[in-house]
């Protein structure tokens, strides 16, 4: 079989998988978990061993295929839940997720940050138990969330993402949560290294945090055989915020550099969840094969 007509008949099953989902979406995400960890296997792609080997060296041969299939599993899952969440909401997946008591204790202001890390698109469904308002940035429009969620394109030139930022700001000192995906660059970046490796941030977080004074805080969710799990991490450490006395952008990249720390730790310690969007930022920066 060529190559062309194999990634047909995956993107196939996949999409029967998605209307699966519909109906009994554990079941669809645990089997896409498979057929991503063959597709691995086949095309030895999505990601390569040599890739994974790259990121995580001290890994061997063996565990590095192994972790490429389970990074596959995991681009297979997101996949067939981004078109399963587009194609009936993101009811199907409110059944399965849970929340850790960090998320449950969470208080605003706020700044969540994520990553495309785990199970990306579940944090919607998360976010809705929140007690206060929450602005989620993101760029385009996937779904609508229930309120206390309002979701708020990133989309456009720098007149649009100035708005957002503004609105942002207001979000905090009413005392709301703002939710961000850190590794996604959109305008202003600030550079810091991860697995040895030079990588891109959105400034925007960071920027907010020093002018508001609002904690940052890492925002994961994970797959399991329950369903999706969110966890909340300890606010981030490195700068003073609040427009105190120092340089501003010292500061940013002070939190940007402990934001980096952060999630190299969190991928060394769950290599598993390391999104293909990200390893290929990681390894190729703005230059992809």
Same mark, same amino acid.
């Given at each position: 079989m060529s190559a062309d007509r194999a990634r047909e008949s995956f993107d196939q099953v996949e999409a029967r998988l998605s209307r699966l989902a519909e109906r009994r979406p554990r079941l669809a995400f645990a089997a896409s978990a498979v057929v991503g960890a063959i597709r691995n296997r086949l095309s030895r792609k999505w990601p390569a061993t040599d890739e994974v080997e790259a990121l995580f060296p001290h890994l061997g041969r063996l565990a590095a295929l192994r972790l490429a299939a389970r990074i596959g599993a995991l681009e297979a899952r997101n996949r067939v839940q981004v078109r399963c969440i587009t194609r009936?909401?993101?009811?199907?997946?409110?059944?399965?997720?849970? #929340?850790?008591?960090?998320? $449950?204790?969470?208080? *605003?202001?706020?700044? /969540?940050?994520?990553?495309? #890390?785990?199970?990306?698109? $579940?944090?919607?469904? *998360?976010?809705?138990? /929140?007690?206060?308002?929450v602005l989620a940035l993101r760029l385009g429009s996937l779904a609508t969330p229930r309120p206390p969620v309002e979701m708020l394109t990133t989309e456009g030139g720098e007149q649009q993402r100035a708005a957002v930022f503004h609105r942002s700001i207001l979000q905090l000192e009413r005392g709301g949560f703002v939710v961000m995906a850190v590794d996604v660059v959109p305008g202003a970046w600030v550079d810091v290294t991860c697995l040895g490796r030079p990588l891109r941030l959105a400034r925007g977080p960071f920027a907010l945090s020093r002018l508001s004074g609002a904690p940052i805080v890492p925002l994961v969710s994970r797959w399991s055989r329950r369903g999706v799990h969110v966890i909340a991490a300890d606010p981030l450490q490195g700068t003073q915020c609040g427009g105190h006395a120092g340089d501003g952008t010292d500061s940013e990249q002070a939190l940007a550099d402990a934001a980096a720390v952060w999630l190299e730790r969190y991928l060394l310690d769950a290599p598993s969840e390391l999104g293909l969007g990200l390893l290929r930022s990681l390894l190729y920066g703005l230059n992809p094969p």
């Amino acid at each position: 079989m060529s190559a062309d007509r194999a990634r047909e008949s995956f993107d196939q099953v996949e999409a029967r998988l998605s209307r699966l989902a519909e109906r009994r979406p554990r079941l669809a995400f645990a089997a896409s978990a498979v057929v991503g960890a063959i597709r691995n296997r086949l095309s030895r792609k999505w990601p390569a061993t040599d890739e994974v080997e790259a990121l995580f060296p001290h890994l061997g041969r063996l565990a590095a295929l192994r972790l490429a299939a389970r990074i596959g599993a995991l681009e297979a899952r997101n996949r067939v839940q981004v078109r399963c969440i587009t194609r009936s909401g993101l009811a199907p997946l409110r059944p399965l997720v849970s #929340v850790a008591g960090s998320f $449950a204790a969470l208080q *605003a202001p706020c700044i /969540l940050a994520t990553f495309h #890390v785990g199970a990306t698109h $579940a944090l919607a469904p *998360a976010l809705e138990r /929140l007690t206060k308002p929450v602005l989620a940035l993101r760029l385009g429009s996937l779904a609508t969330p229930r309120p206390p969620v309002e979701m708020l394109t990133t989309e456009g030139g720098e007149q649009q993402r100035a708005a957002v930022f503004h609105r942002s700001i207001l979000q905090l000192e009413r005392g709301g949560f703002v939710v961000m995906a850190v590794d996604v660059v959109p305008g202003a970046w600030v550079d810091v290294t991860c697995l040895g490796r030079p990588l891109r941030l959105a400034r925007g977080p960071f920027a907010l945090s020093r002018l508001s004074g609002a904690p940052i805080v890492p925002l994961v969710s994970r797959w399991s055989r329950r369903g999706v799990h969110v966890i909340a991490a300890d606010p981030l450490q490195g700068t003073q915020c609040g427009g105190h006395a120092g340089d501003g952008t010292d500061s940013e990249q002070a939190l940007a550099d402990a934001a980096a720390v952060w999630l190299e730790r969190y991928l060394l310690d769950a290599p598993s969840e390391l999104g293909l969007g990200l390893l290929r930022s990681l390894l190729y920066g703005l230059n992809p094969p």
